[in-house]
């Protein structure tokens, strides 16, 4: 990579650091301030829907309008948007209008990178990538997100911890939805530091789809399978079902989160090894599959220390797929179609997501706190099967 590069590779990762710190608090303490304010289960799970349903038509329209015009613009525009998200959480109680802030803000309800930041920044850092270093490139990117998600679910237990100096839990929440404003606003100086993506030699605007459109419609189909399953346990309802299954405290909560979020970010760069020696496909099902089997058994553990066992085991190889996933699309479609490729990719993924945490949220309410576990599981696997069966055969340039 030049010296330019390596600056824009860089300056997206410090962002979605930043992004991806706030969201890792704001997934634990999202449940815990809905429900100090006097909120459901139901309408927790609800909330959640709308919110990834939100992200999905924003993330579509991020790989639409990023495939003809400058994404640097757009990036900044949607960390103005982050800090408004934040500001706004911080002074609304009405559940309505939480749901409208939801919906079109950038409240990220998963663990997940669901956010129209994605497609944006997956077609600048392929753009500054060699074949060869494609996949670990994206394995720096996820490390870095994932790492700050981790310390971020660290953070979340900041509303204990202030408690014990006499601040109220609804003023600490408060100042954490404060503290995710003012990440937005620094994550949009970093964006400011990536050289802007000058206009195509031709003056023609890049392609939205073309070549490769039948390649991304059945990715898509198969990742909304994924993320469908995966809308069962986000991070939210994963620390709902916790704190309701368990009785986890908020504190023990934010040190399981960090740890898991750990766990995760390491075996990103252990990802991009082992696709080196077996295939992006291979790895991305040969990893998943067992992190399905491992969520099925912690939501069958009649004791905590089992469920959060197996749940740790699971996120350590649930991530795996992340950036082999990310690589593997950027690397089959044609440079001009990349933005467009993750935005058809990731939007579908992000409506699918949006269904199963409100299903999950009357599953809980009705007392049925195994069974969105035990369906992201057996879901999961039969994508995971699905996928090696489509593209087995489907090579990019590094493997052919």
């Given at each position: 990579m030049t010296v330019k590069q390596e600056s824009a590779a860089g300056a997206i990762n410090a962002a979605r650091a930043l992004r991806d710190f706030g969201d890792g608090f704001v997934t634990v303490l999202?449940?815990?301030?809905?429900?100090?304010?006097?909120?459901?289960?139901?309408?927790?799970?609800?909330?959640?829907?709308?919110?990834l349903l939100g992200s999905a038509l924003t993330t579509l329209g991020a790989g639409w309008i990023g495939a003809r015009f400058d994404p640097r613009g757009l990036l900044l525009a949607y960390a103005g948007v982050m800090a408004a998200t934040g500001l706004l959480l911080a002074v609304t109680s009405n559940y309505w209008a939480l749901l409208a802030i939801a919906f079109l803000g950038t409240v990220n309800p998963t663990a997940g990178n669901v956010s129209p930041f994605v497609p944006l920044e997956h077609a600048m850092l392929a753009r500054s990538l060699a074949d060869a270093k494609?996949?670990?490139?994206?394995?720096?990117?996820?490390?870095?997100?994932?790492l700050a998600a981790a310390c971020g679910a660290l953070a979340a237990a900041s509303p204990d911890l202030l408690a014990r100096i006499g601040i109220s839990q609804s003023t600490a929440l408060s100042t954490m939805f404060v503290l995710y404003a003012a990440l937005g606003a620094v994550a949009g100086l970093a964006y400011a530091q990536v050289p802007p993506v000058p206009p195509a030699a031709d003056g023609k605007p890049a392609s939205v789809l073309g070549p490769s459109r039948a390649i991304v419609y059945k990715l898509a189909a198969l990742f909304s399978l994924d993320a469908f399953?995966?809308?069962?346990?986000?991070?939210?309802?994963?620390?709902?079902?916790?704190?309701?299954?368990?009785?986890?405290?908020?504190?023990?909560?934010?040190?399981?989160?960090?740890?898991?979020?750990?766990?995760?970010?390491?075996?990103?760069?252990?990802?991009?090894?082992?696709?080196?020696?077996?295939?992006?496909?291979?790895?991305?099902?040969?990893?998943?599959?067992?992190?399905?089997?491992f969520i099925i058994c912690a939501a069958l553990s009649p004791r905590l220390d089992l469920a959060l066992g197996f749940m740790l085991a699971r996120y350590a190889l649930s991530q795996m797929d992340v950036p082999t996933r990310s690589s593997y699309v950027m690397a089959v479609v044609t440079p001009p179609e990349r933005a467009a490729a993750a935005s058809l990719t990731l939007a579908p993924r992000s409506l699918a997501s949006a269904i199963s945490p409100a299903i999950a949220g009357w599953m809980f309410a009705g007392g049925q706190l195994a069974?969105?576990?035990?369906?992201?599981?057996?879901?999961?696997?039969?994508?995971?099967?699905?996928?090696?069966?489509?593209?087995?055969?489907?090579?990019?340039?590094?493997?052919?």
């Open positions: 999202l449940p815990v301030a809905l429900l100090a304010r006097g909120h459901s289960t139901a309408e927790v799970g609800v909330l959640a829907t709308v919110a494609r996949t670990q490139g994206f394995a720096r990117y996820g490390l870095a997100g994932t399953a995966g809308g069962f346990v986000v991070q939210s309802l994963t620390a709902l079902w916790l704190f309701q299954r368990f009785g986890l405290s908020l504190w023990a909560a934010g040190v399981f989160f960090f740890w898991a979020g750990v766990l995760a970010a390491f075996s990103l760069p252990v990802a991009a090894w082992l696709a080196r020696r077996i295939g992006l496909v291979n790895t991305m099902v040969w990893t998943h599959i067992p992190s399905s089997l069974a969105p576990l035990i369906l992201c599981g057996v879901l999961k696997i039969v994508y995971d099967l699905a996928l090696l069966w489509t593209f087995r055969g489907i090579k990019p340039p590094e493997e052919a």
